[in-house]
Structure formats: structure tokens, C-alpha cells
């Protein structure tokens, strides 16, 4: 590692073009390592489709995502998760009727998967693979305070707990960057302050770089150091939480938007 080499994510001229919209035009952003950087946006700015070329969901039309050194605008999504991207969605994706132990496991399935042929025979060597990531999983729902749910459905936790239990899946993948979208969404303002701290805890305990989608401006403020603003595919800010709640161009692009 030299010295610039703290840059943990570059984005260099991403552009994402669907028909004639151009959803995501000539993005550009550094994130270094434990960053915690917020992206905010009206409905539409193009957000979302930035955290979908990072994770390999598109192939941007044009420009570079470069991870750890590494470019990965090309790559399949299993193998950018691989080298340490994970993320979570705006809608939360979960296996309802599995426990929420299993959902952990289901997020070891790469590593399971290798012995994929042990598994159907069985081998000592696969069972003992299986009962050591059954323990790391479970330690990992004692890190993020979901233990004592670990063997009830997803479907039945409140809402908060499954949306910490989608962040707890992609902990489980070990990732270095964490990409979060609207974690923050239909949560009540409890669950909201739960978060907040939640964000703050897993970055230092985990280790991890964080983007954070998010509609609750109080949560972007609150805890980010760095606000990035997106309106109809450009970024418009970059700045401060103080900088950014004061920046006129940022006020006039929420302006009649009702939040
Ligand atoms: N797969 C897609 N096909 C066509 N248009 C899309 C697709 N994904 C996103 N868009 C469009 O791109 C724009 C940006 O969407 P999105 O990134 O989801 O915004 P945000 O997350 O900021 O609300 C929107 O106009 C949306 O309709
Ligand atoms: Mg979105």
C-alpha cells in the first residue's frame, strides 16, 4: 500500500443511460477508508443507480469504478461482493419464512458452496464447516443485538429488526465497503435513533467504509461527516452537513419537494 492508496473507492465519469434518460451523468467521487459519506437526492436524482453500478447490478454506459486498486465496472455482482462490497436494498429482501440465523447462513453461500459435493455426502469435513459458520453467524447476530431472535421467522421481527438483519446479511460477507440504501425507510422515529447509533457502532466494530442512501435528512446530518447531493443525475454538492443544509443550490433542488 503507498500512501494515496487509503482511497478505498474511486468513481470516475460514471454515466448510466437508459433509452434516452440519462439516469446517472459523469459522477466522480473518492471514498477513503472508514469514511461515512452520505448521498442524498430527490426521488429520481439517480441515487440508486449509482449504488447499482458499484455493485455490479449495471454495467455503467460509461466511466470507471475502481475498488481497492482494482477496476470492477465489469464484474459480476457475486464476485464484487466478493472482493468486499456488500450492500442492501431499498426494499428489504429477505427470506421471510427462513429463521434469521438461516438468513445469515444463506449469506455464507459462497463459502458453503465450495464444498458443494461434500455437502451432498455429507463428509465430517463439510458438517464441521457448517456447525463453524452456524457459530460465526450466530456471534455475528450478538454483534448487531439480534441473538435472542436468531430462531424466530425474518417475517415476524418489526420492522427495524429486519432492517438491521439485512445490514447483519451483508456483514456476513466481510465486506470493507458498505453500501446502504434508505436503511432509515418506513422505520418510526425510535427505530430511526436505533439506526443512527447502529450505523455509527458497525462501522468502528466492523471495520467498514460506509455510503448511506437516505430520504431522513436528519439521519444524513446526524451522523455523516461528508453529504454528497444528486438532482436529475448530477451531483450538485459535495460538502459539509453544515455546508450542504446552507448551500442554495441544494435548497432550490428540494424546494417543492414535500419532505
Ligand atoms: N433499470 C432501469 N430502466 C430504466 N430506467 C431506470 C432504471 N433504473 C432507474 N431508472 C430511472 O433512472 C432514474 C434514477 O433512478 P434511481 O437511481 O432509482 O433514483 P433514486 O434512487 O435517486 O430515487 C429514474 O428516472 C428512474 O426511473
Ligand atoms: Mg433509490
Known amino acids: 500500500m503507498n500512501n494515496a492508496s487509503n482511497t478505498l473507492l474511486s468513481l470516475q465519469g460514471l454515466t448510466m443511460v437508459f433509452g434516452g434518460l440519462v439516469a446517472v451523468n459523469d459522477f466522480n467521487l473518492d471514498l477513503h477508508d472508514g469514511d461515512l459519506v452520505g448521498l442524498i437526492g430527490p426521488n429520481g436524482a439517480g441515487k440508486t443507480t449509482v449504488f447499482n453500478m458499484i455493485s455490479g447490478q449495471y454495467i455503467p454506459t460509461k466511466g470507471k469504478v475502481i475498488f481497492d486498486g482494482q477496476e470492477v465496472q465489469r464484474l459480476m455482482p457475486n464476485v464484487i461482493t466478493g472482493l468486499g462490497i456488500a450492500r442492501t436494498f431499498q426494499n428489504i429482501r429477505l ?4 429463521s434469521v440465523l438461516d438468513n445469515i447462513m444463506v449469506s455464507f453461500h459462497g463459502k458453503l458452496k465450495a464444498s458443494f459435493i461434500a455437502a451432498m455426502i455429507g463428509t465430517p469435513g463439510y458438517l464441521s464447516t457448517e456447525r463453524d459458520l452456524r457459530e460465526e453467524a450466530y456471534s455475528l447476530l450478538e454483534a ?15 420492522y427495524g429488526k429486519q432492517r438491521r438483519l439485512e445490514i447483519a446479511r451483508a456483514l456476513a460477507t466481510h465486506p470493507k465497503l458498505l453500501l446502504l440504501d434508505e436503511p432509515a425507510a418506513g422505520m418510526n422515529p425510535y427505530e430511526t435513533l436505533h439506526l443512527m447509533r447502529f450505523i455509527q ?12 442512501i437516505e430520504h431522513d435528512m436528519k439521519v444524513v446530518m446526524g451522523i455523516c461527516e461528508r453529504v454528497l447531493v444528486m438532482d436529475f443525475g448530477i ?7 453544515d455546508k450542504i443544509r446552507n448551500d442554495p443550490k441544494v435548497i432550490e433542488a428540494y424546494l417543492g419537494v414535500d419532505e
Open 144 to 158: 448487531v443485538e439480534l441473538s435472542d431472535v436468531a430462531y424466530e421467522d425474518a417475517q415476524s421481527l418489526p
Open 95 to 98: 427470506f421471510g419464512n427462513l
Open 201 to 212: 457502532r458497525i462501522r468502528k466494530d466492523f471495520n467498514v467504509t460506509i455510503l448511506l
Open 235 to 241: 451531483q450538485i454538492a459535495d460538502g459539509t452537513p
